[in-house]
């Protein structure tokens, strides 16, 4: 086969093309600092890396959806303890009202001691996260105890909440509740009727129903509160560690995506100077093989 001139010129460009787009490939990766940033780089990597970045993105959802959780419960337990010293009071209360030695005078001073810890205690039981009621069930915008007094001046206390749970994702196929009813909070047994049969028997001077009755009626329901009250660590337990996992899968998952995507700086700056040495030989092999032609000569 006849070579000319034209097909060692054609060849030389050709060459010096691919020298060219070799230079701008690592020249690109150093810029960027990643390895692979369209599928044709690296098919099988961009399918890895999307999963990577796929996997990613869940964890972080995850990770905000335990950190709201725990918002939640730590104020719960806030709450919850709260609503304990209220009713520790309220037991030392009635215990000192239980005298029968006491004046009534002392037992009226008592029970509007106690009627103030009962409104603190509807005030706790309608404590809000972020514009939302935490025992209101999924009611969270309906405050869930409301003070009602009928015509003879019976005070009580209606539940208007629900007992539905909220539940957040904590991780795949893994949902988690992290609400509690006040109906099963402070109704079961119901602490605000407890509070107020103190009130009255503090007024009537009923020593003997404060002593049998009321103190047993406020025990009970600082035992519940303290149930309530492990079982709310139970969970915050669990979310603690829930996000002490999602934070080394972040970590771990991060490494394997800049493994497959980013570049390796010495490496890639080895590889564009040898392209580059590569290109300058082209260069000077293209120079001394493309020879004069006879128009060089007519001048």
């Known amino acids: 086969m006849r070579v000319t001139s ?3 010129a054609a060849t030389f460009m050709r060459d010096i093309n691919n020298n060219l787009r070799s230079l701008a490939k690592y020249q690109h990766q150093l810029a960027s600092g990643k390895r692979v940033s369209r599928p044709s780089d690296n098919p099988v990597a961009i399918v890895h890396s999307l999963r990577l970045r796929s996997d990613l993105g869940d964890i972080e959802q995850f990770a905000k959806n335990v950190d709201h959780a725990l918002s939640w419960l730590n104020l719960t337990d806030t709450a919850l303890s709260q609503a304990g010293d209220i009713l ?5 209360l009635a215990v000192y009202g239980a005298n029968g030695t006491l004046p009534q005078e002392s037992r009226n001073a008592l029970a509007e001691e106690v009627q103030q810890l009962f409104d603190q205690l509807v005030q706790v039981g309608n404590t809000t996260y972020a514009g939302q009621y935490i025992f209101a ?10 003070v009602q007094i ?14 539905q ?3 957040t994702e904590i991780g795949t196929n893994q949902k988690l509740r992290y609400n509690l009813s006040g109906d099963v909070v402070f109704k079961q047994p119901d602490a605000f009727a407890a509070l107020q049969n103190l009130i009255t028997n503090l007024k009537n001077g009923a020593t003997d129903q404060i002593s049998s009755t009321d103190i047993a009626a406020i025990d009970q329901a600082i035992d519940h509160l303290l149930a309530v009250r492990a079982e709310v660590g139970a969970r915050v337990n669990r979310l603690e560690m829930t996000k002490s996992r999602l934070d080394d899968a972040n970590i771990n998952f991060t490494d394997l995506l800049a493994k497959v995507e980013d570049v390796d700086v010495a490496q890639t700056i080895m590889e564009l100077k040898n392209q580059e040495n590569v290109y300058r030989a082209a260069l000077a092999t293209g120079a001394r093989i493309i020879q004069p032609t006879l ?5």
């Open 6 to 8: 034209g097909m060692i």
């Open 88 to 92: 520790q009071r309220v037991r030392e």
């Open 137 to 146: 069930g999924t009611e969270t915008k309906t405050a869930p105890f409301q």
């Open 150 to 163: 009928d015509g003879n001046g019976d005070i009580s206390v209606l539940f208007k909440g629900n007992n």
């Open 165 to 167: 749970a909220k539940e």
């Open 295 to 299: 128009v060089d000569f007519l001048r």
